[in-house]
């Protein structure tokens, strides 16, 4: 996370103190790993989306600002499949959006199943 929060670093607390840290058997190195060595790593999942949509399944998208998986162009091209009214930027928000942000990702969750 770019500017660690109180509530991130609560969170954080949390979970390196609780079970499922005590357990991971994360290799830190696996994600540089896996885009050095995938092949498939950017596939484009946009005419599946597309065909998805087609059938009437809405789409969302909600991604952290700070992330820095997908290009700019990327992330126009998905929120312009989903729609405005259905993609949000959460800004200082990098990957774990359900951490970096929480409850602004909760929130923005809530309100889209309110709207159903």
């Known amino acids: ?21 005590k357990t991971n058997i994360r290799n830190k190195n696996a994600p540089l790993l896996f885009y050095q060595n995938e092949k498939a790593n950017n596939i484009d999942t946009r005419p599946i989306l597309k065909k998805i949509k087609a059938k009437g399944v809405r789409l969302y998208g909600i991604y952290g600002k700070q992330d820095g998986i997908f290009s700019p162009a990327q992330i126009k091209s998905i929120q312009e499949l989903v729609g405005t009214e259905h993609f949000v930027l959460l800004n200082n928000c990098s990957h774990y ?20």
């Open 1 to 21: 996370m770019p500017q660690p929060t109180k509530e991130f670093e609560r969170l954080s607390d949390l979970y390196k103190s609780g079970k499922f840290f």
């Open 97 to 116: 959006l359900f951490v970096d942000q929480q409850t602004e990702f909760i929130a923005q969750l809530k309100d889209w199943l309110n709207n159903l």
